[in-house]
């Protein structure tokens, strides 16, 4: 009789066990999603220069698993680029669908400094480099390109390793108010140069006004890089 019971209570944990293995079975693995997920929404973001990190999920989720391979798919508002979701659907016998945060970052090209920049410092090739990171989204304002910030001026003390955007550089002052400088009138094929005077500040590119000399009309020109302002109609200012 005890041989029995023994018998019987083995019988009984192999049942329970192999049922327990079943239960597990039936039950749809969260890494298979996130796995589905990630491939598709890797794909859809290009795939190269691109980096991928879908979010985890709740660890008490228990849906029954897919009789069919898992359908992975875009939803309205998805994006490929920084915070979105995307779905995964089971289209078997016991259908289900769900939604899978993710963040997508992508390789983007930023100027930094390449040493410490102290403000008022005309920056030179040597001062800037070019790196790139993994960013869910360009910055606003963010140089690209160190052609960019050469020769411009620093705003303020700028650390080594900074990020550069348009905020903390100017362009050089070129013409100073009251400065001589050359007037080049042009208006259609003629061009003509004439001796002006600088009534305002200008950097490099803006706008300022000038009194010719010869006609004693206030006009307004582009600063040039060589200290020229250029008129391109010469209509005077109110």
């Given at each position: 009789?005890?041989?029995?019971?023994?018998?019987?209570?083995?019988?009984?944990?192999?049942a329970?066990?192999?049922?327990?293995?079943?239960a597990?079975?039936?039950?749809?693995?969260?890494?298979?999603?996130?796995?589905?997920?990630?491939?598709?929404?890797?794909?859809?973001?290009?795939?190269?220069?691109?980096?991928?990190?879908?979010?985890?999920?709740?660890?008490?989720?228990?849906?029954?698993?897919?009789?069919?391979?898992?359908?992975?798919f875009?939803?309205?508002?998805?994006?490929?680029?920084?915070?979105?979701?995307?779905?995964?659907?089971?289209?078997?016998?016991m259908?289900?669908?769900?939604?899978?945060?993710?963040?997508?970052?992508?390789?983007?090209?930023?100027?930094?400094?390449?040493?410490?920049?102290?403000?008022?410092?005309?920056?030179?090739?040597a001062?800037?480099?070019?790196?790139?990171k993994l960013l869910?989204?360009?910055?606003?304002g963010?140089?690209?390109?160190?052609?960019?910030?050469?020769?411009r001026?620093?705003?303020?003390?700028?650390?080594s390793g900074?990020?550069?955007?348009?905020?903390?550089?100017?362009?050089?002052?070129?013409?100073?108010?009251?400065?001589?400088?050359?007037?080049?009138?042009?208006?259609?094929?003629?061009?003509?140069?004439?001796?002006?005077?600088?009534?305002?500040?200008g950097?490099?590119?803006?706008?300022?006004?000038?009194?010719?000399?010869?006609?004693?009309?206030?006009?307004?020109?582009?600063?040039l890089?060589?200290?020229?302002?250029?008129?391109?109609?010469?209509?005077?200012l109110?």
């Open positions: 009789m005890h041989l029995d019971r023994q018998v019987i209570a083995w019988g009984l944990a192999a329970l066990t192999g049922a327990g293995a079943d597990r079975a039936a039950i749809q693995a969260l890494d298979e999603i996130r796995g589905v997920a990630h491939d598709f929404l890797l794909a859809a973001a290009g795939g190269e220069g691109v980096d991928v990190e879908v979010g985890r999920l709740d660890a008490r989720l228990r849906l029954q698993r897919c009789d069919q391979q898992l359908t992975p875009m939803p309205p508002g998805g994006r490929t680029s920084g915070h979105t979701s995307i779905g995964v659907r089971c289209e078997g016998s259908p289900w669908t769900l939604f899978v945060p993710a963040l997508v970052r992508r390789a983007q090209d930023l100027v930094v400094a390449a040493r410490p920049i102290a403000r008022g410092t005309i920056l030179s090739a001062d800037v480099t070019l790196v790139t869910p989204s360009a910055p606003g963010v140089l690209v390109s160190p052609e960019v910030a050469v020769g001026v620093a705003l303020r003390d700028i650390a900074t990020t550069l955007n348009a905020n903390q550089l100017k362009a050089p002052q070129i013409v100073r108010r009251g400065q001589a400088v050359t007037l080049s009138l042009a208006n259609g094929p003629v061009a003509v140069r004439v001796a002006g005077t600088a009534l305002k500040d950097t490099l590119g803006e706008r300022i006004p000038v009194r010719n000399l010869n006609s004693k009309r206030v006009v307004e020109g582009v600063v890089a060589d200290g020229r302002v250029e008129v391109t109609a010469a209509r005077p109110p």
